[in-house]
Nanobody, 126 residues
């Protein structure tokens, strides 16, 4: 069973950048498509942000972050990244890393992911 730990969150001004990392242990992420989700309101469902296929060849983004966020992975380091540029106050959320085992990838629903990290807080001030 793979364990995921996010890092890199923090407080940033609008227009700034952050890079989130998701380090995996207990398994190799090369077996998984990886995704980033966020929860902007406590108690509400996590919303899809981005996903990347096992080999990193293809990525898919939510419309709200397309052109500003980039998901990438380094299977040798067992780590996934989310580069966030041009941040907006509405990007404020707890960001979660997740792994899922499908061969095709491109899953965007929370329920389709098998493993989750504990989340990292991103706060964007206006």
């Amino acid at each position: 069973q793979v364990q995921l730990v996010e890092s890199g969150g923090g407080l940033v001004q609008a227009g700034g950048s952050l890079r989130l990392s998701c380090a995996a242990s207990g398994g190799t992420i090369s077996r998984y498509a990886m995704g980033w989700f966020r929860r902007r309101t406590p108690g509400k469902e996590r919303e899809f942000v981005a996903t990347i296929r096992r080999d990193g060849a293809s990525r898919y983004y939510a419309d709200s972050v397309k052109g500003r966020f980039t998901i990438s992975r380094d299977n040798a380091k067992n780590t996934v990244y989310l580069q966030m540029n041009s941040l907006k106050p509405e990007d404020t959320a707890v960001y979660y890393c997740a792994a899922e085992r499908s061969a095709f990838g491109f899953r965007i629903r929370e329920i389709e992911y098998d493993y989750w990290g504990q989340g990292t807080q991103v706060t964007v001030s206006s």
